[in-house]
């Protein structure tokens, strides 16, 4: 497998990944752009099996997924047995379950607790824990946002975030700054730009809206960063596959590889 840094999310295409054959049609779509890695997420159900043998057919690494919470912490051994079977290290949580995030202050406390504990069995097994940030998570709870709160009550050895650089300036905050924050807890990070039209901000191909790629690229080699994973919420009327397309293109112009 060749070395790489850049990853397609997808959870992008996730239209076209609801029965086995768009999965193998999505992968071979996504490895014919440039992509030799790929974050699972949005899928329709599929064997693990079947999916390594897909991803392999393929010759495109598993880097990470996005696995539901409730499962990680209810079903621990599963979600280890099938990253083991995909040689994938980093299962990461898409977005913090509802129940905790009803419960104000006291329920992200909660949850860095129970994080760490299931981080700590995933750390067992040779796997990391990490946690995708939106933008809610920058409410403040007197001196402390949501996401300070999670990266300081957490084991360092046993949580990683998982930094998305469009929704931390959502919330008001500087990718950059997070991302050295975060320092050698960040393996991954979530790209994908914020375009302005109007008053409103919408989510862009990376290179074709606002934010300081520059600085983010920076401040991930300072800390060590493995992988930069492509990820677009909504493409409007662009073809998703266009969307990877024009980010990974623009990544590997600005250096990437």
């Known amino acids: 497998m060749p070395h790489t840094m850049i990853a397609a999310q997808m959870y992008t295409v996730r239209d076209f990944t609801k029965t086995r054959s768009d999965i193998v049609e999505s992968v071979k779509k996504v490895k014919a752009i440039g992509y030799d890695a790929m974050q699972v997420s949005g899928f329709g159900p599929i064997d693990p099996a079947e999916l390594k043998q897909i991803a392999d057919d393929n010759d495109i690494e598993i880097c990470a997924t996005h696995t539901g919470f409730d499962r990680m912490r209810d079903d621990t051994q599963a979600v280890i047995d099938e990253h083991l079977l995909w040689n994938c290290k980093y299962p990461a949580i898409g977005s913090l379950p509802p129940s905790y995030r009803e419960d104000g ?19 067992d097994a040779g796997l990391t824990f990490a946690y995708h940030n939106h933008n809610f998570e920058f409410q403040k709870f007197g ?7 999670i990266l300081q009550e957490t084991d ?12 931390v300036q959502a919330g008001g905050a500087d990718p950059a700054e997070w991302i050295r924050k975060a320092n050698t807890r960040i393996d991954l990070i979530h790209v994908k730009d914020m375009a302005i039209e ?10 074709e809206g606002n934010l300081n790629w520059p600085a983010i690229f920076e401040a991930g080699r300072e800390s060590g960063t493995r992988w930069y994973i492509v990820e677009q919420d909504r493409c409007y009327d662009r073809d998703p596959f266009d969307s990877l397309k024009i980010s990974y293109d623009n990544l590997r112009a600005m250096g990437l590889s």
């Open 156 to 167: 360092p050895k046993a949580v990683q975030l998982e930094i998305d650089v469009y929704w």
């Open 198 to 207: 109007g008053r409103e901000t919408r989510f862009a191909e990376v290179g």
């Open 143 to 149: 001196n402390r946002t949501a996401l300070e709160i």
């Open 105 to 123: 202050e006291a329920g992200y406390i909660r949850f860095a607790k129970d994080a760490t504990e299931v981080g700590r069995k995933l750390a």
